[in-house]
T-cell receptor
Framework: NAGVTQTPKFQVLKTGQSMTLQCAQD?????MSWYRQDPGMGLRLIHY???????DQGEVPNGYNVSRSTTEDFPLRLLSAAPSQTSVYFC???????????FGNGTRLTVT | KNQVEQSPQSLIILEGKNCTLQ??????????LRWYKQDTGRGPVSLTI?????NTKSNGRYTATLDADTKQSSLHITASQLSDSASYIC???????????????FGAGTRLAVHP
């Protein structure tokens, strides 16, 4: 099994550009989520989904959109990139709310 | 305010030695406590999950303890290996009263370096 796959691994954007970070899982998990990891801070939840067609905001949702049309895929869209969105982004999935998270290997995004 | 604090921030030990990482939390209502290992450039990987009623859980050379009364947890690594060099993240899950996705509060991690 591939687990959770994120693409791309690295991305450089200019301020104002938009892009989509891809996330796919092959474990048939209902729960999927996006986090950002910044130096010296814990991971922070951006958006999450409890199943296809259902999404909700996390702690830091501003500037990001998500959709969940299938169980497998949970893309994260940056609408108009800002330097404050420079970070490492992780997608995660889990079987249930009390199960461990399975993380992808991240996308390192730099916004100049 | 829900918080998870880890100590130390960083630690250097010699290969073969033991070490203990600390996690203090103020999270309510408590659901479970998790430890993750994150290698450089990779996503975190789950080591243990402990609920309120569990006070010790092991995963190979990793042993986590939980004291729900004092709201403290520790991760003990026995006979360290070079491959243990990583960040260790404590995560506390808070139950949402409305159900659905539990809120996870992440610590900033302890960066462990194991030297030969």
């Amino acid at each position: 099994n591939a687990g959770v796959t994120q693409t791309p691994k690295f991305q450089v954007l200019k301020t104002g550009q938009s892009m989509t970070l891809q996330c796919a899982q092959d474990m048939n998990h209902e729960y999927m989520s996006w986090y950002r990891q910044d130096p010296g801070m814990g991971l922070r939840l951006i958006h999450y989904s409890v199943g296809a067609g259902i999404t909700d905001q996390g702690e830091v949702p501003n500037g990001y959109n998500v959709s969940r049309s299938t169980t497998e895929d949970f893309p994260l869209r940056l609408l108009s990139a800002a330097p404050s969105q420079t970070s490492v982004y992780f997608c995660a999935s889990s079987y249930s709310v009390v199960s461990p998270l399975h993380f992808g290997n991240g996308t390192r995004l730099t916004v100049t | 305010k829900n918080q998870v604090e880890q100590s130390p921030q960083s630690l250097i030990i010699l290969e073969g030695k033991n070490c203990t990482l600390q996690c203090n939390y103020t999270v309510s209502p408590f659901s479970n406590l998790r430890w993750y290992k994150q290698d450089t450039g990779r996503g975190p990987v789950s080591l243990t999950i402990m609920t309120f009623s569990e006070n010790t859980k092991s995963n190979g050379r990793y042993t986590a303890t939980l004291d729900a009364d004092t709201k403290q947890s520790s991760l003990h690594i026995t006979a360290s290996q070079l491959s243990d060099s990583a960040s260790y993240i404590c995560v506390v899950s808070a139950t949402r009263s409305s159900g659905g996705y539990n809120k996870l509060i992440f610590g900033a991690g302890t960066r462990l370096a194991v030297h030969p």
